[in-house]
């Protein structure tokens, strides 16, 4: 971690590469004393030229004991990751190797082991990345699925944080009118070019609300969607759970109430990530632990993104039909309908069972044993998924404070309206809307300087020329 205000930083190192044993370990270097500790570990030698890898054997400083052959990399700094000298050392992948090094490495002076997501830190602070480009490096590496790093990588390229300063940059010179008239009525600025802003600032509004109209898509794409397989006892939703998993998640028997705690399983469906949960059997018991099973079912079922309801067709008429079972589930509009034993329907009997569906729900027949219609279900699942995290690249807002902030922006903006439309307009207020709605955009990237509003004042109105 960079030292306070006036001492020379550490420079930071960690392995790159995740621990084990492999072909190839990376350890990476970033700060002031990266030269040394490359000419220490090389007994000596000259530095390689900068982004040009050599082959280097590498030493224990102490003693001269061989530690490695490896690929070393040199990057000078601003132009690095960090911002700083930085270097990689490509070593052969032994744990014995990387531990020589590693602790080579801790003993030379001004060298500490790095923290977690210290060379990102290290990136922002230096102006090399913007918080949203940072999270979008954290993003890309815990991606699981390829929207997941398409999303990420969006972000690292930009888009969210190019469109955030291009926000700020419009409510900045709306400010700097507002300021303008307040600060230098003596000066050449025209009566009224605080109100005359005011469309302006109703614009930037009415963008930040359609972002931030994205039923939270981004959201759920970069967290995985959740999907809870909910219904009676033996109506199949363990089968499904493991048809569509393709491997035995869940045990399977004949008798109701086998399923009693919640089961999940991480789905990869045309690159969204599905987390399934296979659920207890909605039912009355006298088993208190069945009891819990069915509350927590139907309490995870109440926060899921997706009730998938599985119903076995032989049970539908004895609970009073279709739409009694969906609203015992609690289905919403949109929910997926699951008819199992697919193999024992006609077509028919499908056809008869489905007119019955209440509005706004369709029904999926399927046979977990033969497999008969799971693929169009698993396709259709994948749909809906898709849907709701807004496509293969997401939406754009991917965390809760980016919505936070800018939910925090439109309500100044259009706190700064109110001001501005009042028969006598309390300037000082609506600067300060306009101020903090900026700062909430600014805590998006990382950017919040009262220099900007001077230079946009000064430039508008070339004052003290």
């Known amino acids: 971690m960079p030292s306070s205000a006036g001492a020379r930083p550490a420079t930071i190192f960690a392995r790159a590469t995740p621990p084990g044993r492999g072909a190839v370990a990376i350890i990476r270097l970033s700060g002031p004393a990266t030269d040394a500790a490359l000419t220490a570990l090389t007994g000596g030698r000259d530095l390689p030229v900068a982004r040009m890898a050599v082959v280097r054997r590498l030493v224990d400083p102490a003693d001269g004991r061989m530690l490695d052959q490896a690929l070393v990399l040199r990057f000078e700094g601003p132009a690095s990751y960090s911002g700083e000298d930085a270097a990689e050392l490509h070593l052969h992948g032994g744990p014995a190797v990387v531990a020589g090094v590693l602790d080579a490495l801790g003993r030379l002076p001004g060298l500490v082991p790095a923290g977690p997501g210290d060379f990102t830190r290290r990136a922002v602070l230096n102006g090399r990345l913007d918080l949203t480009a940072a999270e979008a490096v954290a993003d890309l590496v815990a991606a699981d699925t390829a929207a997941q790093a398409g999303q990420a990588l969006a972000?690292?390229?930009?888009?969210?944080?190019?469109?955030?300063?291009?926000?700020?940059?419009?409510?900045?010179?709306?400010?700097?009118?507002?300021?303008?008239?307040?600060?230098?009525?003596?000066?050449?600025?025209?009566?009224?070019?605080?109100?005359?802003v005011a469309p302006a600032i109703l614009k930037l509004a009415a963008e930040l609300r359609l972002a931030l109209a994205d039923d939270r898509s981004g959201e759920r794409l970069r967290d995985g969607v959740v999907a809870a397989v909910i219904g009676r006892p033996n109506a199949g939703k363990s089968s499904l759970v493991n048809a569509l998993a393709g491997r035995d998640i869940a045990i399977v028997t004949d008798r109701p109430g086998t399923t009693r705690d919640l089961i999940e399983v991480a789905l990869d469906l045309d690159g969204v990530a599905v987390t399934l949960i296979d659920t207890a059997g909605l039912r009355?018991?006298?088993?208190?632990?069945?009891?819990?099973?069915?509350?927590?079912?139907?309490?995870?079922?109440?926060?899921?993104?997706?009730?998938?309801?599985?119903?076995?067709?032989?049970?539908?008429?004895?609970?009073?039909?279709?739409?009694?079972?969906?609203?015992?589930?609690?289905?919403?509009?949109?929910?997926?309908v699951v008819l199992t034993r697919r193999d024992q329907l006609g077509d028919q009997a499908v056809t008869a069972l489905t007119a019955t569906l209440p509005p706004g729900h369709q029904a999926s027949a399927v046979s977990c044993v033969s497999g008969l219609g799971m693929e169009d279900f698993a396709r259709r699942l994948s749909g809906i998924a898709a849907d709701l995290t807004g496509g293969r690249e997401g939406a754009m807002i991917t965390r809760a404070r980016?919505?936070?902030?800018?939910?925090?922006?439109?309500?100044?903006?259009?706190?700064?309206?109110?001001?501005?439309?009042?028969?006598?307009?309390?300037?000082?207020?609506?600067?300060?809307?306009?101020?903090?709605?900026?700062?909430?955009?600014?805590?998006?990237?990382?950017?919040?300087?009262?220099?900007?509003?001077?230079?946009?004042?000064?430039?508008?109105?070339?004052?003290?020329?």
Do not use: N, Y
Request: glycine share 12%; aromatic share 2%; with cysteine.
């Open 402 to 465: 980016h919505r936070a902030a800018l939910e925090a922006a439109a309500d100044g903006l259009m706190a700064a309206v109110a001001g501005l439309d009042h028969p006598v307009p309390m300037l000082e207020l609506v600067a300060e809307d306009l101020r903090m709605a900026g700062d909430a955009l600014g805590r998006i990237t990382g950017r919040i300087d009262v220099e900007d509003l001077l230079d946009a004042i000064f430039r508008e109105f070339c004052i003290g020329k």
């Open 155 to 196: 972000q690292l390229g930009g888009r969210l944080g190019r469109m955030v300063e291009d926000w700020r940059a419009r409510l900045i010179r709306a400010a700097a009118m507002v300021e303008a008239e307040i600060d230098f009525p003596d000066e050449d600025v025209p009566d009224g070019i605080a109100r005359s």
């Open 284 to 336: 009355d018991s006298d088993d208190p632990i069945e009891l819990e099973g069915v509350r927590r079912a139907r309490a995870r079922a109440g926060t899921a993104d997706i009730r998938i309801v599985v119903v076995d067709p032989a049970g539908i008429a004895a609970a009073g039909g279709l739409g009694a079972l969906l609203a015992e589930a609690g289905a919403r509009p949109g929910d997926p």
